[in-house]
């Protein structure tokens, strides 16, 4: 009997799922609350695939076998409510692609640096001719990418979202830069829940496989803790037994950097624990170390990460639209060298502002908010000394921008938040910016 199989969002992830599942045999069905864009809708009606938009037609979809959700769908939302109450399989597009898959994985989690790390490592496979593919929650569909044409490696970039959903998912190589707080609003504001779901990274490792991990993170050591061969597993009702055996640890501090002589493109202190990972991964997949050498000084960085866009009168413009929370806008902080115009706003995520107030004070010449609701902002920062403008969007924020800097100092878009309030996405955010800075 053929199953049936529905999928739950038309993106990148949820189109690569269907022409995956119609490939192998199932009765596929696509359903997104908003509206789908035409190159999905044509790839989907090309392929015979049944598909709605702007509604979630309830009996269609409780009839599944199985579903396939987008990471952006919350377990709140009703219809995830009722299909949990039907007990019917909710799953990852990564959980359901990798079934048909007989590749190798590379997988990358973390509060942040991911992308930066994700990239590198899928660079670094490539300079050394490796049969590599870059998916996730990065580059094309995983889904998508087995369809077409398997591969003997993947890199996957994971999101915690993503993470939530998959259960019999192993990576051959883990890499978890750290856990700092993120997404708390999607976690009942509870950092165990947060973290329970960052470390489904290592579910179902074997002492065959490897895990990448910055050893100084205090979460991660004092979850490894909990979950190392000899320990109990200490499940709580967000998270799942974590271990089939103790993979091969392979940790790093910053200290490790030095100590190997390594040099990376990229500045920041928090570039070099992106480049330790990467250098460990990819040595692990059997890259030469002379090649992971080469591609550290070479890598061209990644957009909407630490990007200088372009000098204006003397102000440099550097995009970090990607830092999406408190401690990526710190760690950018952390690599300015001007006086510093600092925008951040967007939708709110539970962020505590207490953790980037001195840096702030420190470095920054004015603050600029951009959000639909900036009142968070204004009782974290009014009070602090510092010229603050308020506005609603690009244009106005960069209008603003332009009275409080002067020459010789940086404009930096590291703004904290999700971008979803104002922006399609946090690369909207970002080429927005980037558009209206070359316009100037």
């Known amino acids: 009997m053929t199953k049936r199989l529905v999928i739950l969002g038309a993106g990148e992830s949820g189109a690569g799922t269907a022409i995956l599942a119609k490939q192998k045999g199932y009765d596929v069905f696509v359903s997104d609350m908003g509206a789908i864009k035409q190159k ?24 599944a076998d199985e579903v396939v959700k987008s990471p952006g769908i919350p377990d709140s939302a009703p219809l995830v409510k009722q299909l949990i109450a039907h007990q019917t399989p909710i799953l990852s597009e990564l959980e359901f692609a990798q079934r048909y898959s007989r590749g190798k994985y590379i997988c990358i989690t973390g509060s942040n640096g991911k992308t930066t790390t994700t990239s590198l490592i899928y660079y670094i496979m490539q300079k050394s001719g490796k049969d590599v593919a870059l998916a996730g929650n990065i580059g094309r569909s995983f889904a998508m990418e087995v369809a077409e044409n398997d591969h003997e490696w993947y890199v996957l970039e994971i999101s915690s979202f993503q993470l939530d959903n998959m259960f019999d998912f192993k990576a051959d190589i883990a890499v978890l830069m750290n856990i700092t707080p993120d997404h708390l609003d999607r976690y009942d504001f509870i950092m165990q829940n947060y973290t329970d779901s960052k470390m489904r990274i290592i579910q179902n490792q074997t002492p065959d496989d490897t895990f990448v991990y910055w050893k100084q993170d205090e979460h991660i050591e004092k979850e490894l803790e909990k979950r190392r061969c000899g320990y109990a597993p200490q499940p709580t009702p967000s998270s799942m037994p974590v271990r089939k055996g103790c993979p091969d640890e392979c940790s790093f501090c910053d200290e490790d950097f030095e100590k190997l002589g390594l040099t990376f493109s990229q500045l920041g202190q928090h570039n ?103 009142t968070k902002l204004h009782t974290a920062f009014d009070n602090i000394g510092l010229p603050i403008a308020d506005t609603h969007s690009m244009a106005e924020c960069l209008e603003a921008c332009q009275k409080l800097s002067q020459p010789g100092d940086a404009v930096l878009l590291s703004p904290c938040c999700a971008s979803f309030d104002l922006f399609k996405n946090m690369e909207d955010r970002g080429e927005q910016f980037k558009s209206i800075v070359r316009d100037m």
């Open 40 to 63: 999905y809708k044509d790839l989907l009606d090309k392929n015979s695939i049944q598909w709605e938009e702007g509604q979630h037609t309830a009996e269609r979809i409780l009839s």
């Open 272 to 374: 070099k624990r992106n480049a330790l990972a990467a250098f460990f991964a990819t040595k692990k997949a059997g890259v030469s170390e002379d090649v992971i050498r080469e591609c550290l000084i070479a890598f061209p960085g990644v957009e909407h990460r630490l990007e200088r866009v372009e000098e204006k009168n003397g102000v440099l413009y550097i995009n970090d639209s990607k830092a999406t929370n408190v401690d990526a806008c710190y760690v950018a902080m952390q690599a300015m060298e001007r006086p510093t115009v600092l925008i951040i706003g967007g939708k709110d995520k539970g962020n505590d502002y207490a953790a980037i107030t001195d840096i702030v004070q420190e470095k920054c010449r004015a603050l600029v908010f951009l959000g639909a609701d900036n």
